[in-house]
């Protein structure tokens, strides 16, 4: 299995920040990595599929770079509604694995 | 717009096998997705369990494969999932969801509201 691991899992931080999240991957796994959204209680959501494209109707506040192992996810301006906790996902291979989450907390 | 729902018991014994239903509305079933399931243990992260294409083609987590059954009804636009032999351990929200491949890349797309399963005597 290919593992996911995300950094920090916990992050503090204030509105109006950048904030970057970071995953890495055990193995190389191209640009088949997306990004998802979880507020409490809630489903997942889709913010960013093939490691940067931008899901329809997601702030463009949100982006995502990466290749290979080593990928992040930038919020450029942190809204009161993006304190969420925040999760990577591969597609390269099965069984399709997720990264721990990092948990975006207001300072 | 595409929305899904999750039904099934919210209670199973130990031992015993949890069954859940997912009824797609605003997409075919026999679409170009594929269909999946993904729980969450509470307080804890995400687990893909796995998924279905319409002709009956599966994909399962090998951590679950000799428990886990999911089957596609098109008469209905429904998949389901059949989880045996459960323990605590699989108690969680359980979300079915459907994956979208764009130029050959899988996301899961679309995601049911998610329905908690406990599994206690």
């Known amino acids: 299995d290919i593992q996911m691991t995300q950094s920090p899992s916990s992050l503090s931080a204030s509105v109006g920040d950048r904030v970057t999240i970071t995953c890495r991957a055990s193995?190389?796994?191209?640009?088949?990595l997306n990004w998802y959204q979880q507020k409490p209680g809630k489903a997942p959501n889709l913010l960013i599929y093939?490691?940067?494209s931008l899901q329809s109707g997601v702030p463009s506040r949100f982006s995502g770079s990466g290749s290979g192992t080593d990928f992040t996810l930038t919020i450029s301006s942190l809204q009161p509604e993006d304190f969420a906790t925040y999760y990577c996902?591969?597609?390269?291979?099965?069984?399709?694995?997720f990264g721990q989450g990092t948990k975006l907390e207001i300072k | 717009q595409v929305q899904l729902q999750e039904s099934g018991p919210g209670l199973v014994k130990p031992s015993g096998t949890l069954s859940l239903t997912c009824v797609v509305s605003g997409d075919s079933i026999s679409s170009i997705n594929w269909w999946s399931w993904v729980r969450q243990p509470p307080g804890k992260g995400l687990e893909w369990i796995g998924e279905?294409?319409?002709?009956?083609?599966?994909n399962y987590n090998p951590s679950l494969k000799s428990r886990v059954t999911i089957l596609v009804d098109k008469s209905k636009n429904q998949f389901s999932l059949k989880l045996s032999s459960v323990t605590a351990a699989d108690t969680a929200v359980y979300y079915c969801?459907?994956?979208?491949?764009?130029?050959?890349?899988?996301?899961?797309?679309?995601w049911g509201q998610g329905t908690l399963v406990t599994v206690s005597s």
């Open positions: 093939a490691a940067s």
């Open positions: 193995q190389s796994i191209s640009n088949y």
């Open positions: 996902q591969q597609s390269y291979s099965s069984p399709r694995t």
């Open positions: 969801a459907s994956l979208y491949y764009y130029d050959g890349l899988p996301f899961f797309h679309h």
């Open positions: 279905i294409f319409h002709i009956g083609t599966t």
